[in-house]
Each structure stands twice: as structure tokens, then as C-alpha cells.
């Protein structure tokens, strides 16, 4: 629902997004092997790497040889993204880190204080390794069959050809109060477009964001198109991803494991607990007594780029053309209740026509 895009708004305005052409040296031309050894050493123009959106220059051969052997290790961490922020927040390869043998860079000045002051905060520990039992295998692929039984049926919900909702909120900015509409807009299998509008001091805005297996890219207002870093695509994927309907679509795709993991009791409300890896997305569901998504928990950054627990509970489910649907979802980041990441669905319709084009980014120009 709602909170698994809307962090996608809140982070998108952190820091440069937009995919970067390998044209300029990282980390100032030093040395990248040398630089994790605590050593800043220009490197020669002569002696290259290009990564990515990257290119690295090396002293030495010896140290061009052994970035080459094992590039990930001496590379620019996150594929670029800012390390406070990440999601789909750039860095600037010239404002630089190294942390614990890594380095790190930054979309601000601001980013690189917070994140030097308590990378702890900034950088998430790896999940726990999926239980390898058969029998809790089994029974976790019979609680999803429950989920989606639960929501209407495996014949409805694998019917779709889109699924489309809509919520507003008002935040408070500096400048006054903003009235903030979201529209989503998933068209089965593999497309999505999430289109924003806020209303701030009687002046409208817009933005959207598309992903598609071609590419991801920020719209702006006025007809300008942003590709983001590809290092991106799993932080999106995961974010709409999460959304029941996808999440219990995606159940046949390759790689979705479901495991039983045990009971558990949200606000009173015994659940079923059910963990779902698939891709980069790795979510505990809990499930009422009905087999109704209860809650949803997984671990991801918050507004200010720290990574928590966000636990997000559905409720006020309503029938929507054979469908039960959730249209309430409130949100707690590490225990705490975060208003700003809560909302009311207003709208939702499914199977409706949707324009080819709107997955396809352009200029005004057509480019």
C-alpha cells in the first residue's frame, strides 16, 4: 500500500539521481587501493578502470591489478548512491568517505556530517539466513495459498491487467501546508508508474516515476526525463514490490521462497508469520485468523536515510470487484508510530486501460 511507495517521494528530492556517464576521475583521481589502505595517491591517467558510472585511476599497475582482481572491494560502494541516503539518492564521487575498509560517497555536504557522525545508523547488518526446513517451506507456500485465498482467489488476482490507486496527504513545509496525491499505476507484469502532484501556496507541481525492465526514470514537470543509477532498480523493485496484490502475484515467479517461521501477536491480533525472499525483497507477513495480510515488516530506511524496522499494519479491507483489499495502512519505524508514511487509500481500480505511452518516458521535444 501507500507507505511502500511513498518512501520512494521522500527520498527521490535527497540527492542527484540521474545515471552518470563515465566522464570525469572518482575520488579526485587517487588512487582507489591505496585510498582503502589510508593512502591518498594520484592515480595516472594512463592507468584506468571504468565501473560502472565510474572511472577509477591506480599508481601503480600492481594496485590496477589488484582492484581488477577483486573490484568490489575497493569500489565506490551502494553503485554510487549516496551512502546516508541511498534509495534512488546519487552521490558525488568527489565527496568521499572510507569507512571500515569501504568507501562511501555523498549527494551533500550535510549527508557526509551525519554519516561520518554515526555510519552505524546508515549502513544495514545482512538478514538472517532463510530456515531450511522442507516442512516450514511447505507451510509457508500454504499461508501465501491462504493469503490469496483470503483476498479473492488465485483466478482474480492472476487475472489482472493493472491495478491502480490513489491517496492525498497534507504535509506541513516551511512555506505553508502541501497537498500531496499519489497515483500508482502497476500494468501487469513488470511496468509501473507512480505520478505526484502537491499543491503548495495555490501552485501545482508534478513528478512520476517509471519503472519498467528497460529502464527507471524521474519525470519532471516540465518535461524533463531522468534516467536513475541502476543501482537503484532494487530499492524500486522492493518498494512496489511489497504491495499485497504484487507481492502475491510474484508467488509463481522464479526465486520466491515463502517460509513458515512461527506465530506471532500484533495490537492483540494473533498472526501466522510468513517470510517472503524474492529478488532483493525479503518481507515478514502476518496473517490473521481469515488468512488476511495483517501486517507486513521488513527492513528499510526511513525518511532520513536510517535503515529500522517498519512494521506496516493494513486494515478497513473493502470488496473491490471480487478483490479484498486493504484501503488503510499505519506505519511504525522501529516501534514508533511515523504518521508521515500512513495514509487512506481514496481510490483504487483494476483492469483499467492503461496508455502504452505512459511507460515510455519523453522530452517535450520527443526525445
Known sequence: MPVLLSAVILLLSSGPFAAQQPKDDALDGLDPVLLV?????????????????????????????IFERDPARYEIQFG????????????????????DGKIYIFGSDDCHKKFQAAPSKYLDTP??????????????????????????GARRLDALTSYVESFSRVQARPQGEATITTKTMWSFPDRV??????????????SATVLTPAGMWFLGGQGQVFPMRPASRPSLEQDFGRHPVTLLRARQSPGFKAVAIGTNTIDGVPL????????????????DASGRIYSAT??????EGEF???????????????????????VTFNGQPDPSLSATIESISLNSPLDASLFVPKTREGR
Do not use: W
Not at 554510487?80 to 534512488?88: D, F, I, R, S, Y
Open 298 to 303: 521488513y527492513r528499510d530506511r526511513n525518511a
Open 193 to 206: 508508474r507512480q505520478e505526484r502532484t502537491m499543491v503548495l501556496q495555490g501552485k501545482t507541481m508534478t
Open 80 to 99: 554510487g548512491l549516496c551512502a546516508k541516503m541511498g534509495k534512488t539518492a546519487g552521490g558525488n564521487p568527489s565527496d568521499f568517505i572510507v569507512h
Open 37 to 65: 589502505g589510508g593512502k591518498e595517491v594520484p592515480g595516472k591517467s594512463s592507468l584506468s578502470v571504468t565501473r560502472g558510472d565510474f572511472v577509477y585511476l591506480f599508481s601503480t599497475t600492481d594496485t590496477k591489478a
Open 308 to 330: 529500522g524496522t517498519i512494521t506496516v499494519r493494513y486494515s478497513d479491507y473493502r470488496a473491490v470487484e471480487g478483490l479484498h483489499l486493504p484501503f488503510t495502512t499505519s
Open 127 to 152: 538478514a538472517a539466513p532463510l530456515p531450511a526446513s522442507s516442512t516450514a517451506a511447505t507451510s509457508g507456500r500454504q499461508l501465501i495459498d491462504r493469503a490469496v485465498t483470503a483476498m479473492g
Open 272 to 287: 501466522e508469520s510468513v517470510r517472503v525472499v524474492s529478488g532483493a525483497m525479503d518481507v515478514t507477513l502476518g496473517l
